[in-house]
């Protein structure tokens, strides 16, 4: 099966230099029809001084930011679109499946790409018989494939946490 999803693609930059977790969430939302804007959205997000799992760790805003994990984005999509999941630990055909299933994008946290620790990426649809992943990457400011292969690599630095609705 090959899906790709009508996601818009959304540039975390120049607000946002820290903030590709909420720009993420801004397309996957967007992309199911809601109105939305990175920059409400970044400043509705609960943040922490020290704890990703439970706010932002630093400001999004500036060079100097952290992340943020699934769990505590939950209450703010759910706000928005009803509902929200936390598919941390899914592989990736539980991910695959949920898009085929729901039609809508997964956020996913990856690590040791596009020069950051920490990452997020919007994926946005599959091929299964290419093996392919697509995404929206909000920091290159574009669509782009990775393989499954790929994908799983940098998903598992950051233990397959993911986000949709």
Same mark, same amino acid.
């Given at each position: 099966?090959?899906?790709?999803?009508?996601?818009?693609? +959304?540039?975390?930059? $120049?607000? !946002? =230099?820290?903030?590709c &977790? #909420?720009?993420?969430?801004?397309?996957? @939302?967007? %992309?199911?029809?809601?109105?939305?804007?990175?920059?409400?959205?970044?400043?509705?997000?609960?943040?922490?001084?020290?704890?990703c799992?439970?706010?932002?760790?630093?400001?999004?805003?500036?060079?100097?930011?952290?992340? +943020?994990?699934?769990? $505590?984005? !939950? =209450?703010?999509?759910? &706000? #928005?679109?009803?509902?929200?999941?936390? @598919?941390? %630990?899914?592989?990736?055909?539980?991910?695959?499946?949920?898009?085929a299933?729901?039609?809508?994008?997964?956020?996913?946290?990856?690590?040791?790409?596009?020069?950051?620790?920490?990452?997020?990426?919007?994926?946005?649809?599959?091929?299964?018989?290419?093996?392919?992943?697509?995404?929206?990457?909000?920091?290159?400011?574009?669509?782009?494939?990775?393989?499954?292969?790929?994908?799983?690599?940098?998903?598992?630095?950051?233990?397959?946490?993911?986000?949709?609705?």
């Amino acid at each position: 099966m090959k899906l790709i999803l009508d996601t818009p693609l +959304i540039a975390q930059r $120049p607000e !946002l =230099p820290t903030g590709c &977790e #909420i720009t993420a969430v801004t397309m996957m @939302l967007a %992309g199911a029809g809601f109105t939305v804007d990175k920059v409400d959205l970044a400043h509705r997000m609960p943040y922490d001084s020290d704890d990703c799992n439970k706010g932002f760790v630093g400001d999004p805003f500036t060079d100097g930011g952290n992340s +943020i994990f699934p769990k $505590p984005l !939950l =209450p703010l999509v759910t &706000e #928005i679109a009803g509902n929200a999941l936390d @598919l941390t %630990g899914s592989n990736i055909d539980q991910l695959t499946a949920h898009i085929a299933e729901t039609q809508h994008a997964v956020v996913t946290w990856v690590g040791e790409f596009d020069g950051f620790h920490t990452h997020a990426l919007t994926v946005t649809g599959f091929d299964d018989d290419q093996q392919v992943i697509y995404f929206n990457d909000c920091w290159t400011e574009k669509r782009d494939t990775l393989s499954y292969f790929e994908f799983e690599q940098i998903w598992a630095r950051h233990a397959h946490r993911a986000l949709s609705f």
